[in-house]
T-cell receptor, first 115, second 113 residues
Framework: GAVVSQHPSRVICKSGTSVKIECRSLDFQATTMFWYRQFPKQSLMLMATSNEGSKATYEQGVEKDKFLINHASLTLSTLTVTSAHPEDSSFYIC???????????FGPGTRLTVT | GQQLNQSPQSMFIQEGEDVSMNCTSSSIFNTWLWYKQDPGEGPVLLIALYKAGELTSNGRLTAQFGITRKDSFLNISASIPSDVGIYFCAGLPNAGNNRKLIWGLGTSLAVNP
């Protein structure tokens, strides 16, 4: 149980283009999904929290117009990196949790490379 | 942002040895979670702790929620090569915060066969 998938696992895009990353909870309803960014040899950095059907809450310093988050259903959240720059290259990981449960279950991550 | 103090930062041990790592906080936590992350993968939840003093096992792993609610430890007994990875502690503070986890910086474990 508690399986979270992410797609794509790897993506290479050119500067100025947009990239969409999908996060799905496969066997439970995710009332809350979280998007993280992780740099090599570092801990996870929370970017934003999204609750199904409402706007995402972004962490300080994260540009909401650049990192668009949509949580339209209880099993799907998407992160769109708009107008990508090389400095957006990173490992993006989503996690999901259900109501009444404080545990978060993570997807396998998406490696984004912007050239 | 707030972070947990996790130690040690890295460990290099022989196969079969026991391992211990811990996390501390200056404030009270309601929940402690321990994760393991393999290279290029997302973290996998190992153990979740919800009550002060709680001691929970998952196979060769044992974790405890400190009675002060400001610390937690994770022990791995009889380590094997597949235990290699980065272990993270994460916690939820006492005050409601939209379930935003506070993370440790990780303990990198290497096991020599």
């Amino acid at each position: 149980g508690a399986v979270v998938s992410q797609h794509p696992s790897r993506v290479i895009c050119k500067s100025g283009t947009s990239v969409k990353i999908e996060c799905r909870s496969l066997d439970f309803q995710a009332t809350t999904m979280f998007w993280y960014r992780q740099f090599p040899k570092q801990s996870l950095m929370l970017m934003a929290t999204s609750n199904e059907g409402s706007k995402a809450t972004y962490e300080q310093g994260v540009e909401k117009d650049k990192f668009l988050i949509n949580h339209a259903s209880l099993t799907l959240s998407t992160l769109t990196v708009t107008s990508a720059h090389p400095e957006d290259s990173s490992f993006y990981i989503c996690s999901a949790g259900s109501s009444g449960d404080y545990e978060q279950y993570f997807g396998p991550g998406t490696r984004l490379t912007v050239t | 942002g707030q972070q947990l103090n996790q130690s040690p930062q890295s460990m290099f041990i022989q196969e079969g040895e026991d391992v211990s790592m811990n996390c501390t906080s200056s404030s009270i936590f309601n929940t402690w979670l321990w994760y393991k992350q393999d290279p290029g993968e997302g973290p996998v939840l190992l153990i979740a702790l919800y009550k002060a003093g709680e001691l929970t096992s998952n196979g060769r792993l044992t974790a405890q929620f400190g009675i002060t609610r400001k610390d937690s430890f994770l022990n791995i007994s009889a380590s094997i090569p597949s235990d290699v990875g980065i272990y993270f502690c994460a916690g939820l503070p006492n005050a409601g915060n939209n379930r935003k986890l506070i993370w440790g910086l990780g303990t990198s474990l290497a096991v020599n066969p």
